[in-house]
Nanobody, 127 residues
Framework: QLQLVESGGGLVQPGGSLRLSCAASGFTLEDYAIGWFRQAPGKEREGVSCISSTGSSTVYSDSVKGRFTISRDTAKNTVYLQMNSLKPDDTAVYYC????????????????????WGQGTQVTVSS
């Protein structure tokens, strides 16, 4: 059974850092592109970053570019999101998801095509 489990969220002060993990089971990271998304209260879910199934391509939203870094460890079948210089606007529930539809060399930060989702992890940036 395909499953994604996020972890690593928490409360952090502005300017701080967190590293989120997305552990995959039931498939390998070479099968699907993986994306990170977030949803704040009262707002639509938005794409944050993604990594292709080959691992060669990454994409970042303008709001996190230069602050967040996506990476993966294929031996652990886990994707990470390193978040630095966090701002209160980064407060949201963060989700990872798998996209089986894009080519192996590509990924997208639109929610379209992401068929499998984790349960989310809360990130709160506040002093």
């Amino acid at each position: 059974q395909l499953q994604l489990v996020e972890s690593g969220g928490g409360l952090v002060q502005p300017g701080g850092s967190l590293r989120l993990s997305c552990a995959a089971s039931g498939f390998t990271l070479e099968d699907y592109a993986i994306g990170w998304f977030r949803q704040a209260p009262g707002k639509e879910r938005e794409g944050v970053s993604c990594i292709s199934s080959t691992g060669s391509s990454t994409v970042y939203s303008d709001s996190v570019k230069g602050r967040f870094t996506i990476s993966r460890d294929t031996a652990k079948n886990t994707v990470y999101l390193q978040m630095n210089s966090l701002k209160p606007d980064d407060t949201a529930v963060y989700y990872c998801a798998a996209n089986p539809l894009v080519p192996a060399w590509a990924c997208v930060t639109s929610t379209r095509g992401y068929a499998f989702w984790g349960q989310g992890t809360q990130v709160t940036v506040s002093s």
